[in-house]
């Protein structure tokens, strides 16, 4: 700490255990917050303008590459708008296929950061990988959920990161009995320790809470697909006005763009899902988790990580009813006629509403898209938490203030090669 | 007794959406074990917060060059590493990160004043254009059988040498 008490100038450069590249910059003076400034850093890659007078076929597969952990998201989501603007209905296999693949994805992608991540600052260690030794089963434990839902993923997209069997229209293959029966076992095996991991987030006793507003889309069976998008206030907006409800706002210091929902900040993800949602997850999921089910409401940013830890239960128990109970038959992928217009597609990423539209030609090539992306929607909302967190940690040592932030920033589990990629804290 | 040896690894992502590292952590579910006596990952910004890039053994890279803030660190890489690796697409020949390159006259003038206003270099650069690179993991994301074989066959000449 420079200066006299109660004053602190710290810049967190690159923080760790996140997806992509973010730094901080935070100034206080006389013990009160002057300046905190999210600043992402990921160098821009231009896909909104690369998508432009590009075939709609070869769309998934282009957008999927925005995001290497969240993939199947963007190629869910890229599909749902492509096929909205031409007017296709998928079949019911293909929504149950498209469900699974999300299923698979968030097993995946919250067993990532909630092991790899997040726990970590539960146990107070830098990384789980030192636990190599002292605690096998542990680490043992964490790659077996992640690989779940992994086995899931490629199980039904093809493989889990830019799967090559989800198209337009529908998919190119499907699991068979056999295939679908490994990976049950797979998912079964992993349950109780899915119940371990929500008990630990359950019981973490970190705790900061946030009057922030909850943006989720509220589905029928907790599916990430179909449904309308709610916040906390009741207020109620169907899928295609969504746009119109947002503001988007250039934050100069960031390389990426914030948005406020009807002229506020919110905040979007699993914890908003679980605020807005959590009496539709999965009857065995609300069974085995009904203790932890009662944190919830919750305005704990922490408890992120415990309705992340939820919903892998409810990925588990969702996926393993519809695998046991679906024959899978191949179904030709219809080529679809292009036509001029404008396509939406909204469905839950693992971090929050997904939100494309996509404006096609009479040839079918895109002329403009529209993407809002999760942890964009989610910085403004952050970096106020961040600043109301701040005042609560003064007087600490700088390096523990800078820990206690960057847990803060890994609860939200932000996605910066999605925002545009992100963390450095600079303390100036 | 000293302690075995055991590869110094690195893990750096450059621009891009970080496929080929999740990969990377996809390979580790079923690889963890077998090699944690033969690797020692001491740099990886998603695994970990202390992290040390000096006298690496494998430096894995991914992503394109955009800035030369970046080009300065993958040097600075290449200085401190015996083998550096390029792993997918976007390291070895720049794409898909590295698109803008390929814009239409039009596209780029329209993204100009954001590449000069967040300094990022007129054309974007594959790692390989700008240190010798001594491996290539092709894919996009990385095949994840080939880095396999990278990691092995380096685990293998350390153990014979």
Same mark, same amino acid.
């Given at each position: 700490?420079?200066?006299? /008490?109660?004053?602190?100038?710290?810049?967190?450069?690159?923080?760790?255990?996140?997806?992509?590249?973010?730094?901080?910059?935070?100034?206080?003076?006389?013990?009160?917050?002057?300046?905190?400034?999210?600043?992402?850093?990921?160098?821009?890659?231009?896909?909104? @303008?690369?998508?432009?007078?590009?075939?709609?076929?070869?769309?998934?597969?282009?957008?999927?590459?925005?995001?290497?952990?969240?993939?199947?998201?963007?190629?869910?989501?890229?599909?749902?708008?492509?096929?909205?603007?031409?007017?296709?209905?998928?079949?019911?296999?293909?929504?149950?296929?498209?469900?699974?693949?999300?299923?698979?994805?968030?097993?995946?992608?919250?067993?990532?950061?909630?092991?790899?991540?997040?726990?970590?600052?539960?146990?107070?260690?830098?990384?789980?990988?030192?636990?190599?030794?002292?605690?096998?089963?542990?680490?043992?434990?964490?790659?077996?959920?992640?690989?779940?839902?992994?086995?899931?993923?490629?199980?039904?997209?093809?493989?889990?990161? /830019?799967?090559?069997?989800?198209?337009?229209?529908?998919?190119?293959?499907?699991?068979?009995?056999?295939?679908?029966?490994?990976?049950?076992?797979?998912?079964?095996?992993?349950?109780?320790?899915?119940?371990?991991?929500?008990?630990?987030?359950?019981?973490?006793?970190?705790?900061?809470?946030?009057?922030?507003?909850?943006?989720?889309?509220?589905?029928?069976?907790?599916?990430?697909?179909?449904?309308?998008?709610?916040?906390?206030?009741?207020?109620?907006?169907?899928?295609?006005?969504?746009?119109?409800?947002?503001?988007?706002?250039?934050?100069?210091?960031?390389?990426?763009?914030?948005? @406020?929902?009807?002229?506020?900040?919110?905040?979007?993800?699993?914890?908003?899902?679980?605020?807005?949602?959590?009496?539709?997850?999965?009857?065995?999921?609300?069974?085995?988790?009904?203790?932890?089910?009662?944190?919830?409401?919750?305005?704990?940013?922490?408890?992120?990580?415990?309705?992340?830890?939820?919903?892998?239960? /409810?990925?588990?128990?969702?996926?393993?009813?519809?695998?046991?109970?679906?024959?899978?038959?191949?179904?030709?992928?219809?080529?679809?006629?292009?036509?001029?217009?404008?396509?939406?597609?909204?469905?839950?990423?693992?971090?929050?509403?997904?939100?494309?539209?996509?404006?096609?030609?009479?040839?079918?090539?895109?002329?403009?898209?529209?993407?809002?992306?999760?942890?964009?929607?989610?910085?403004?909302?952050?970096?106020?938490?961040?600043?109301?967190?701040?005042?609560?940690?003064?007087?600490?040592?700088?390096?523990?203030?800078?820990?206690?932030?960057?847990?803060?920033?890994?609860?939200?589990?932000?996605?910066?090669?999605?925002?545009?990629?992100?963390?450095?804290?600079?303390?100036? | 007794?000293?302690?075995?040896?055991?590869?110094?690894?690195?893990?750096?992502?450059?621009?891009?959406?970080?496929?080929?590292?999740?990969?990377?952590?996809?390979?580790?579910?079923?690889?963890?074990?077998?090699?944690?006596?033969?690797?020692?990952?001491?740099?990886?910004?998603?695994?970990?917060?202390?992290?040390?890039?000096?006298?690496?053994?494998?430096?894995?890279?991914?992503?394109?060059?955009?800035?030369?803030?970046?080009?300065?660190?993958?040097?600075?890489?290449?200085?401190?590493?015996?083998?550096?690796?390029?792993?997918?697409?976007?390291?070895?020949?720049?794409?898909?990160?590295?698109?803008?390159?390929?814009?239409?006259?039009?596209?780029?003038?329209?993204?100009?004043?954001?590449?000069?206003?967040?300094?990022?270099?007129?054309?974007?650069?594959?790692?390989?254009?700008?240190?010798?690179?001594?491996?290539?993991?092709?894919?996009?994301?990385?095949?994840?059988?080939?880095?396999?074989?990278?990691?092995?066959?380096?685990?293998?000449?350390?153990?014979?040498?």
């Amino acid at each position: 700490m420079h200066g006299s /008490h109660g004053d602190l100038d710290l810049s967190i450069e690159n923080v760790a255990k996140i997806e992509g590249h973010t730094n901080l910059d935070i100034v206080v003076r006389g013990g009160q917050v002057m300046d905190v400034k999210l600043k992402i850093s990921e160098n821009k890659r231009f896909y909104t @303008q690369a998508i432009r007078g590009k075939p709609f076929a070869s769309m998934p597969q282009l957008v999927s590459r925005i995001c290497g952990t969240c993939s199947i998201a963007h190629l869910t989501c890229c599909i749902e708008a492509v096929e909205n603007a031409l007017h296709f209905d998928p079949s019911p296999q293909t929504t149950l296929l498209r469900r699974l693949a999300l299923a698979g994805l968030m097993i995946r992608d919250h067993a990532l950061h909630l092991y790899f991540f997040s726990l970590p600052d539960v146990l107070g260690i830098d990384s789980v990988l030192e636990l190599a030794d002292s605690n096998p089963a542990l680490v043992k434990t964490a790659f077996e959920v992640k690989a779940a839902g992994n086995a899931l993923s490629t199980l039904v997209s093809g493989r889990a990161i /830019h799967g090559t069997i989800q198209m337009v229209g529908g998919f190119a293959n499907v699991p068979t009995r056999e295939q679908s029966a490994a990976v049950l076992a797979k998912l079964k095996a992993v349950r109780p320790a899915v119940l371990d991991l929500i008990k630990v987030y359950a019981e973490w006793p970190e705790t900061f809470l946030s009057e922030s507003n909850y943006v989720a889309l509220v589905t029928q069976n907790y599916d990430f697909l179909e449904g309308e998008i709610m916040d906390s206030r009741g207020v109620c907006v169907p899928e295609k006005h969504f746009w119109n409800h947002l503001n988007r706002v250039i934050i100069p210091y960031s390389n990426a763009t914030g948005f @406020q929902f009807e002229g506020q900040p919110y905040k979007v993800g699993a914890l908003a899902r679980m605020n807005l949602n959590r009496g539709k997850l999965h009857r065995d999921t609300r069974a085995s988790a009904s203790d932890s089910l009662k944190l919830f409401p919750s305005k704990n940013v922490f408890h992120n990580n415990l309705a992340q830890a939820i919903e892998v239960l /409810h990925c588990l128990d969702s996926a393993v009813e519809i695998l046991e109970s679906t024959d899978f038959r191949k179904e030709p992928v219809p080529r679809l006629a292009p036509r001029a217009g404008e396509g939406i597609g909204v469905i839950e990423a693992p971090r929050g509403i997904l939100y494309y539209l996509l404006e096609l030609d009479k040839a079918g090539n895109v002329v403009w898209g529209n993407l809002v992306i999760p942890s964009a929607q989610n910085q403004i909302n952050m970096e106020r938490d961040i600043g109301d967190f701040l005042p609560k940690l003064l007087g600490q040592p700088k390096e523990e203030i800078a820990y206690a932030l960057e847990k803060l920033i890994r609860a939200y589990d932000p996605c910066m090669s999605c925002a545009t990629h992100f963390l450095k804290v600079n303390w100036l | 007794m000293a302690a075995p040896k055991k590869l110094r690894v690195g893990i750096f992502s450059f621009t891009g959406d970080e496929g080929c590292v999740i990969t990377l952590l996809e390979a580790l579910n079923y690889k963890f074990f077998e090699w944690k006596d033969k690797i020692d990952i001491v740099y990886a910004r998603t695994l970990r917060s202390k992290n040390d890039a000096s006298n690496l053994d494998l430096a894995f890279v991914e992503g394109a060059i955009s800035a030369p803030a970046e080009e300065a660190k993958l040097r600075e890489i290449r200085a401190n590493s015996k083998v550096v690796v390029a792993i997918g697409t976007c390291a070895i020949n720049g794409l898909p990160s590295a698109q803008r390159n390929n814009f239409p006259d039009g596209l780029k003038k329209e993204i100009q004043p954001l590449v000069q206003k967040l300094g990022q270099f007129e054309r974007m650069k594959a790692p390989t254009e700008v240190v010798k690179v001594d491996e290539q993991v092709p894919g996009c994301p990385m095949l994840e059988t080939g880095f396999v074989q990278v990691v092995e066959k380096y685990i293998a000449q350390m153990e014979v040498g």
